[in-house]
């Protein structure tokens, strides 16, 4: 049996219905659609004409929603979210992003995580027969991601940090820690006593450039006692150069604890105990458009980050369920 649609209003009328109840007036819904406010109250009066329900409840000081308004406007919002998703789907198909992926990832990530990831959305398109995505990935730092991210650019990032950009839907694949490595047999290896605070932002290190994730950690942790760290020795722009710097004999170094496991279990660096310092951060996905990432493969990639590391995720981290 034919639903009959005829009371269900199209979108936009949709859309400034569920403005006016949140912004609070029918003004306000009507310069967040690009409308009049005369255009949006009779499109408003025909969407009430249409359900045979009053919807808004009008007065001088603004407008807000009846009984029944609140109701159709939470329908309104789960429908509006699902058109969005359908949308960038369809947007996704028409442009061959089944075939085409553009990653951005911060270095860490890039390093440590993604080729592992990559592969293995490879070997799940692979068992279902299916066309492998070709990906092309970008490392750099994050702040530069969350950029191509909001550009268009990229189609999917991964960032480092202690919060989720904002304005970009985002969800947790793995929890990392940062500690404080040096080249074994250095005076800062013999160390027998913690690091405080202040002793760590004495230090002289082989750092990471502005916009980087590590960067900002250190500089957070250190801001919550007043701190701010010395001038550094050096600074690089991958992770991979900080460790072999460091490895080389340069200045200590703040690194992910998965970029020099490694060395660390060989014995080539040593692992500097640090004590006050909460150096604990989260990897996230970030993309655009609806809550959950865009059917296609960056939703696969990002159920294939999130499989592999969902044990390691930092509790309480924020960020919507793919």
């Given at each position: 049996?034919?639903?009959?649609?005829?009371?269900?209003?199209?979108?936009?009328?949709?859309?400034?219905?569920?403005?006016a109840a949140r912004l609070g007036s029918i003004g306000a819904a009507a310069r967040a659609s690009g409308v009049s406010q005369q255009s949006a109250s009779?499109?408003?009066?025909?969407?009430?004409?249409?359900?045979?329900?009053?919807?808004?409840?009008?007065?001088?000081?603004?407008?807000?929603?009846?009984?029944?308004?609140?109701?159709?406007?939470?329908?309104?919002?789960?429908?509006?979210?699902?058109?969005?998703?359908?949308?960038?789907?369809?947007?996704?198909?028409?442009?061959?992003?089944?075939?085409?992926?553009?990653?951005?990832?911060?270095?860490?990530?890039?390093?440590?995580l993604l080729p592992r990831w990559l592969v293995q959305l490879r070997q799940r398109q692979e068992a279902e027969a299916r066309r492998p995505t070709v990906?092309?990935?970008?490392?750099?730092?994050?702040?530069?991601?969350?950029?191509?991210?909001?550009?268009?650019?990229?189609?999917?990032?991964?960032?480092?940090?202690?919060?989720?950009?904002?304005?970009?839907?985002?969800?947790?694949?793995?929890?990392?820690?940062?500690?404080?490595?040096?080249?074994?047999?250095?005076?800062?290896?013999?160390?027998?006593?913690?690091?405080?605070?202040?002793?760590?932002?004495?230090?002289?290190?082989?750092?990471?450039?502005?916009?980087?994730?590590?960067?900002?950690?250190?500089?957070?942790?250190?801001?919550?006692?007043?701190?701010?760290?010395?001038?550094?020795?050096?600074?690089?722009?991958?992770?991979?150069?900080?460790?072999?710097?460091?490895?080389?004999?340069?200045?200590?170094?703040?690194?992910?604890?998965?970029?020099?496991?490694?060395?660390?279990?060989?014995?080539?660096?040593?692992?500097?105990?640090?004590?006050?310092?909460?150096?604990?951060?989260?990897?996230?996905?970030?993309?655009?458009?609806?809550?959950?990432?865009?059917?296609?493969?960056?939703?696969?990639?990002?159920?294939?980050?999130?499989?592999?590391?969902?044990?390691?995720?930092?509790?309480?981290?924020?960020?919507?369920?793919?």
């Amino acid at each position: 049996m034919t639903a009959d649609l005829s009371r269900v209003p199209d979108l936009a009328a949709l859309r400034l219905l569920v403005d006016a109840a949140r912004l609070g007036s029918i003004g306000a819904a009507a310069r967040a659609s690009g409308v009049s406010q005369q255009s949006a109250s009779e499109r408003l009066r025909g969407v009430e004409a249409q359900t045979g329900l009053r919807l808004l409840r009008r007065g001088s000081r603004g407008s807000e929603p009846t009984d029944e308004g609140r109701v159709v406007v939470e329908w309104a919002g789960r429908l509006l979210d699902l058109a969005e998703e359908i949308d960038h789907a369809i947007g996704g198909l028409r442009s061959d992003r089944d075939r085409d992926l553009a990653v951005w990832s911060s270095m860490t990530i890039a390093e440590s995580l993604l080729p592992r990831w990559l592969v293995q959305l490879r070997q799940r398109q692979e068992a279902e027969a299916r066309r492998p995505t070709v990906v092309s990935l970008t490392a750099t730092n994050s702040s530069r991601v969350v950029g191509a991210v909001r550009s268009g650019e990229a189609h999917l990032g991964f960032v480092e940090g202690l919060s989720a950009p904002p304005g970009l839907p985002s969800v947790p694949v793995a929890a990392d820690e940062l500690v404080l490595v040096t080249v074994a047999g250095s005076a800062l290896a013999r160390r027998r006593t913690p690091l405080s605070p202040d002793d760590v932002a004495g230090l002289r290190t082989t750092g990471r450039e502005a916009g980087s994730g590590t960067r900002e950690v250190v500089e957070a942790a250190l801001a919550t006692h007043g701190l701010q760290p010395a001038a550094g020795q050096v600074e690089l722009t991958t992770a991979a150069a900080v460790r072999e710097a460091v490895a080389a004999g340069g200045a200590p170094a703040f690194l992910s604890r998965r970029v020099a496991r490694r060395e660390l279990d060989a014995g080539q660096l040593v692992e500097v105990a640090v004590e006050g310092l909460d150096l604990r951060r989260t990897f996230r996905a970030v993309w655009t458009g609806p809550a959950r990432p865009p059917a296609g493969p960056v939703r696969e990639l990002v159920a294939v980050a999130r499989a592999r590391s969902r044990a390691q995720v930092a509790p309480g981290a924020a960020g919507s369920a793919p």
